[in-house]
């Protein structure tokens, strides 16, 4: 049983409950990682005995009701769709040209249920962007010191009388977080354990009141697509 097998898994487990309702007909986001995964395989080329290399921007085209219904899940579908691809290609020995790029577009070229991905190797700088998930939204953390809370003067408002005016801190020096709990009444949980201070790895999940909070850092690239490089090295 493999990353892919229990990521699969996993993300089965959300279409048969939080987003049961969302896919009673229609695409469902594990054909979207069928997809993702057959274009790695099917562009994956072999630069040398140690290197192959395979695409890392996607564009999954779908049709109308379908890209309504996997757009409303929100970021968090990028994000599992994101870690497949990283899983395939660790588990395939896969390399990549610069950060992993997805992005979902309606296609009213395609009927419901039918997925279309493009694909192409685009290399560049890749910046490691730190973000909290809550509540269902998102923000990137663009602070030293991040504190989220039940107070306006709290730099996350978060909408929960389970939870202290200012509850929880998140500090980040660009390479590594933790948490710190600012002496909350209720306490606060860092993936399932009591916390008072820790590190933060990401995917770490933080949990105050009714609140949940994942902590993750997100891949971007400076794009530069390679074949427009190799057209500028022939024309000089």
């Given at each position: 049983m493999g990353l892919l097998d229990n990521f699969e898994r996993g993300l089965e487990r959300a279409v048969n409950g939080v987003f049961a309702k969302t896919f009673k007909s229609g695409l469902a986001p594990i054909e979207i990682t069928s997809a993702l995964r057959r274009e790695l395989d099917t562009k994956a080329a072999v630069v040398s005995r140690e290197r192959i290399l395979v695409p890392n921007k996607f564009v999954v085209r779908l049709g109308r009701s379908d890209y309504q219904r996997m757009t409303a899940i929100g970021p968090m579908l990028i994000d599992e769709l994101t870690q497949l691809v990283q899983n395939h290609?660790?588990?395939?020995g896969y390399q990549f040209a610069g950060g992993i790029s997805i992005h979902l577009t309606e296609d009213p070229g395609l009927s419901e249920g039918m997925i279309r991905v493009d694909s192409q190797n685009v290399k560049g700088e890749v910046s490691w962007t730190p973000v909290l998930d809550v509540a269902g939204k998102?923000?990137?953390i663009v602070k030293s010191r991040t504190i989220v809370g039940r107070g306006h003067d709290a730099d996350i408002t978060v909408d929960d009388t389970g939870i202290s005016r200012k509850h929880v801190e998140v500090l980040w020096?660009?390479?590594r977080a933790q948490v710190?709990?600012?002496?909350s009444?209720?306490?606060s949980q860092l993936n399932g354990e009591p916390v008072s201070k820790a590190p933060l790895a990401p995917e770490s999940v933080i949990q105050i009141g009714r609140t949940r909070i994942v902590f993750r850092v997100l891949a971007q690239s400076s794009d530069v697509d390679l074949?427009?490089?190799r057209d500028r090295g022939t024309q000089k």
């Amino acid at each position: 049983m493999g990353l892919l097998d229990n990521f699969e898994r996993g993300l089965e487990r959300a279409v048969n409950g939080v987003f049961a309702k969302t896919f009673k007909s229609g695409l469902a986001p594990i054909e979207i990682t069928s997809a993702l995964r057959r274009e790695l395989d099917t562009k994956a080329a072999v630069v040398s005995r140690e290197r192959i290399l395979v695409p890392n921007k996607f564009v999954v085209r779908l049709g109308r009701s379908d890209y309504q219904r996997m757009t409303a899940i929100g970021p968090m579908l990028i994000d599992e769709l994101t870690q497949l691809v990283q899983n395939h290609a660790t588990a395939q020995g896969y390399q990549f040209a610069g950060g992993i790029s997805i992005h979902l577009t309606e296609d009213p070229g395609l009927s419901e249920g039918m997925i279309r991905v493009d694909s192409q190797n685009v290399k560049g700088e890749v910046s490691w962007t730190p973000v909290l998930d809550v509540a269902g939204k998102r923000y990137p953390i663009v602070k030293s010191r991040t504190i989220v809370g039940r107070g306006h003067d709290a730099d996350i408002t978060v909408d929960d009388t389970g939870i202290s005016r200012k509850h929880v801190e998140v500090l980040w020096d660009g390479k590594r977080a933790q948490v710190n709990d600012l002496g909350s009444t209720n306490g606060s949980q860092l993936n399932g354990e009591p916390v008072s201070k820790a590190p933060l790895a990401p995917e770490s999940v933080i949990q105050i009141g009714r609140t949940r909070i994942v902590f993750r850092v997100l891949a971007q690239s400076s794009d530069v697509d390679l074949r427009d490089e190799r057209d500028r090295g022939t024309q000089k």
